[in-house]
């Protein structure tokens, strides 16, 4: 089955060009202006963009955390994914400490094997160090996870300085690297205690615990112990003006700091947090936590002069029910935002549309870089001959609305409820074929395992 694509602006993170895209099954076989084939089935793209792809490289689906369940699983995630042009998620297998990289590892695919609407592949959260998890970074990189995950901060995952050193300094022997979640994690315990012997256990006090100097003092530790390391590692949701002063002063130093940031900190403020109503504002509560305008126009500009490298989302959703265990405790509201659905409409129209970054740009942040970086490339994240025919066709001209009505993830909200898109996502296609279609989901669990190599 071929299919053509006549007269789309295809995008890359090189040019924008007019060119037809002809597929042969689940592969793209050419890319050139004016291609005819006689055989194909023609798909009249003219006035749209082709994207290839969107990659999401940082997704929580079914995942047991704060003592409950995320709200979406691999099968309503990568449905959610789909439908705003995400073809291809990364979610965190994470074992408990204790458990091996194995067991995360089978557990990861029983969760996601024969579910997911979308292609996937897993990062390995690192906990624990020890000799077992030492000897099983060789297996995980023959399993296709050449990418890792630790966490500064948490007491369920954190795993302090010294094991992060250790395995920053091994991953490197191999040519891995981690994404770390930095925030320092003892002052920010101190605030909570503070707070909470005030009498202030409101949503209002989670930002407050969190402010943005602990999220550099733990961005610049982590550089700095990368420096000693002699390791290039990965920011994963950086949001504050103050962190990206310490990714440059590593790189003046020599150092390759990679660097990741959401939606969220690009276009959510943390005054949400206000809201007197608990509801309307546990609902935003994640960590790092929303940020104010000065960081949104840092980090704006630091992807428009190419500071940041990519742009995931940190889907981990919860519905307000859920949401509702820290009435009384803001500790225990479970932290995280859904955010796979929405990316790519959310970059195009408050990115590109806005003069903010170009499309090519886009294209890099959400498809071509995180499939390079992540070792997917050029399977993923391009528009090529050979690569696979992911596509997304965007129509610049279309105006859309975001609003939970109208969502695919399992969540009673929508972080940007209310918002006028320029630009809507009209079709998806996913190895070829057809996965979305004007909102409506018509492939089915086709999702495939991806199994990824070293960045090169
Ligand atoms: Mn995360």
């Keep these: 089955m071929k299919l053509l694509f006549q007269g789309g602006q295809v995008v890359s993170s090189g040019a924008v060009q007019q060119l037809d895209v002809l597929v042969n099954g689940e592969h793209i076989e050419a890319v050139a202006p004016n291609l ?15 994207f290839p792809g969107f990659l999401d490289a940082h997704t929580h689906f079914d995942l047991d ?15 959610a994914a789909l439908r705003g042009g995400t073809t291809t998620v990364i979610d965190f297998a994470c074992p408990n400490k204790g458990e091996t990289l194995s067991y995360g590892l089978q557990l990861w695919h029983e969760k996601a094997d024969g579910k997911s609407a979308c292609d996937y592949g897993f990062h390995m959260t690192i906990d624990d160090w020890n000799e077992t998890i030492r000897s099983e970074i060789p ?18 995952m954190m795993i302090g300085d010294q094991d992060l050193f250790l395995a920053m300094e091994e991953l490197h022997r191999y040519g891995a690297f981690a994404g770390v979640h930095c925030e320092n994690a003892g002052v920010i315990d101190a605030l909570i205690a503070q707070k909470k012997a005030a009498g202030e256990t409101g949503p209002a006090s989670h930002p407050a615990t969190r402010p943005n100097a602990l999220e550099a003092e733990a961005v610049g530790s982590l550089l700095r112990m990368a420096q000693v390391a002699g390791a290039p590692v990965m920011i994963v949701h950086l949001s504050t003006k103050e962190s990206l002063e310490e990714v440059h002063a ?9 660097v990741e940031t959401c939606p969220q900190y690009l276009l959510l403020d943390r005054s949400l947090y206000e809201n ?28 428009a002069d190419g ?31 859904p955010g796979v659905e929405t990316r790519g409409i959310l970059i195009w129209s408050e990115g590109v549309a806005k003069g903010r970054i170009t499309a090519s740009q886009m294209c890099a942040l959400l498809s071509e870089t995180p499939a390079k970086l ?10 090529a001959p050979g690569s696979d025919a992911d596509l ?12 939970a009505a109208d969502q695919g993830a399992n969540v009673d909200y929508c972080p940007y409820e209310g918002l006028k898109t320029s630009g809507v996502i009209t079709q998806v296609y996913l190895r070829g074929q057809l996965a979305m279609d004007g909102g409506r989901l018509c492939a089915g669990s086709i999702g495939k395992y991806v199994f990824r190599s070293l960045s090169k």
């Excluded at 590593?250 to 990679?258: D, H, I, L, S």
């Excluded at 997304?392 to 609003?403: F, H, N, S």
Aim: glycine share 8%; proline share 6%; aromatic share 10%.
């Design 374 to 383: 992540y070792g997917a490339y050029p399977q993923k994240g391009v528009i």
């Design 392 to 403: 997304v066709v965007l129509d610049p001209d279309a105006q859309g609305l975001l609003t």
């Design 276 to 303: 007197p109503d608990y509801s309307q504002a546990a609902r935003f509560v994640c960590a790092p936590s929303l940020r104010e305008e000065a960081d949104r126009e840092a980090l704006w500009a630091a992807l």
């Design 139 to 156: 297996k995980m990189l023959e399993a296709g996870i050449p990418t890792f995950k630790m966490y500064m901060t948490y007491p369920a």
């Design 36 to 50: 005819s084939c006689p055989e194909a089935q023609v798909i009249d793209v003219r006035g749209k963009l082709l």
């Design 250 to 258: 590593a790189r003046a130093r020599g150092q390759t700091v990679y």
């Design 307 to 337: 500071t940041i490298q990519t742009i995931s989302t940190d889907h981990c959703s919860f519905t307000l029910a859920q949401k509702d265990a820290g009435k009384g405790d803001f500790t225990k509201i479970p932290g995280g935002l």
């Design 65 to 79: 955390v704060c003592n409950t369940t995320t709200a979406d699983d691999f099968y309503t995630g990568t449905r």
